[in-house]
């Protein structure tokens, strides 16, 4: 049995609703399985600057850095009339916790549900068997290579010899691609034992060194075989082949941009869920942030609409990476898919002949069947 510290951050908009689910599914585990989970939770977001000033207070900062994993929902957008220039933004807590917990890997499972293969763009033929994991490295790369650039705040534009221009850079040390593609080796090494390392290695240096590197790391794994992928020919792939792919390693811009292409063979953006994972490590992997890939939803919050499947699934996650709890991931993810093949829904997924539940139903069915 296992003991963890785990710090619930529910944000704004459908950020509530789907993390009580995903508690929920953390709760059914702890007692199914024996473990001792404590949970705080914090303000993060616009109800955090409205009671505390900034949209994470030092405090909830602290109780993030004495837990195991943060379980995370979503932040939402300032409404336009309250937008102050030095005001706080909500979006500041996530910055403040990229960070300051050094999160240096993203993880998105792309699983599609077989219930849910007429719900995708492909057909299913060509989803069968479809199951990758994206290592997307989050830390350097062209979003960070000038000093001066402020994460989440465009490049300047500027005036030199007359004209206008701008400069983005890509830059990565040998240390940040090998800590990344080194967690992809190993998650690899627990599933299909597989990496595709996805770079454009025929056009940027940035590519030629990570090759050095992923083969260097490889080295190390000789029971994962290694490919390298063009980023292009990987776009495609994804598309005609998507059951190629067991673990997919690259770096900051290919892997935003791939994920959100790969999101959409699972059918709907609340499916998803996601990891980062920082350098500090745990009694059971290492320290991160747990957190559904789509945002706050405002468009439907507080209508029990929201598919809590992407929230649930980040708990799987955090149990897998944070608490080094295999067999409780497996068993969340088993349970999520059970009750889809039930033939219950969200109301983003209705389908003829499903019954269509609020997001409080769907977490209670996930609940019965853990
Ligand atoms: P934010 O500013 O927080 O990113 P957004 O509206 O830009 O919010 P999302 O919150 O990801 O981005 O929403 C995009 C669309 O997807 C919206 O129409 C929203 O209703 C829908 N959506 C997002 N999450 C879910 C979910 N869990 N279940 C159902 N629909 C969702
Ligand atoms: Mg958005």
Redesign the pocket.
Known sequence: MSEATITVLPGD??GPE?SAQAVKALRAVEKRYGHTFTLHEGLVGLDAIAAEGSAISDATFETCAQSDAILFG????LPAAEHRADGPRPEQALFRLRKEFGFFANLRPVRPAEALYEASSLKPECLKGADMVFVRELSAGLYYGHMETVPGKPSEIRQRGGRTEAVDTLLYTEEEIERVVRVAFDIAAGRRARVTSVDKANVLSSSVLWRQVVDRVAADHPGVTHEHMLVDACAMRLIRTPAEFDVIVTENLFGDILTDEASMLTG???MLPSASLGVRRTAGGRFGLYE?V???????AGQD???PV?AVLSAALLLRHSLGLEREAAAVEEAVEDVMRDGYR?P?LHDEGCTVVGTEEFGRLIVHRL
């Open positions: 908009g459908v789907v979503a932040v939402g957008a709907s953006i609340g559904p789509h945002g706050s939803a405002p468009d439907i609409a929201a598919n992407g969200v983003d």
